[in-house]
Nanobody, 124 residues
């Protein structure tokens, strides 16, 4: 059974940083891409970042480029999201997910397993 557990969320002031972690188990994660998504109140869930396991190819939403960095530790089955220069509009629940594809993938409909989410709140 695939399990994803996020951690690292919290309350931070604008301009601050947080590092989210996602512990993955139950699948051969050396094959599939992984992604981070977020959902703000009254908004749809949106793509944040994605990474492939093998080549570490990455892709980001325009709104976070230059501020967020996705990475992974294959040996530990961990995926991270380093978030710098946070803005109030980054406030959301952040989710880790596994893709059904091996390439970097911003399409949330092609992700099949999701974590429970971790809250990130950025105060102005």
């Amino acid at each position: 059974q695939v399990q994803l557990v996020e951690s690292g969320g919290g309350l931070v002031q604008a301009g601050g940083s947080l590092r989210l972690s996602c512990a993955a188990s139950g699948r051969t994660f050396s094959t599939y891409a992984m992604g981070w998504f977020r959902q703000a109140p009254r908004k749809e869930r949106e793509f944040v970042a994605t990474i492939t396991w093998m080549e570490e190819n990455t892709d980001y939403a325009d709104s976070v480029k230059g501020r967020f960095t996705i990475s992974r530790d294959s040996a530990r089955n961990m995926v991270y999201l380093q978030m710098n220069n946070l803005k109030p509009e980054d406030t959301a629940v952040y989710y880790c997910a596994t893709s059904t594809t091996t390439w970097r993938n911003p399409n949330l409909r092609e992700y099949d397993y999701w974590g429970q989410g971790t809250q990130v709140t950025v105060s102005s």
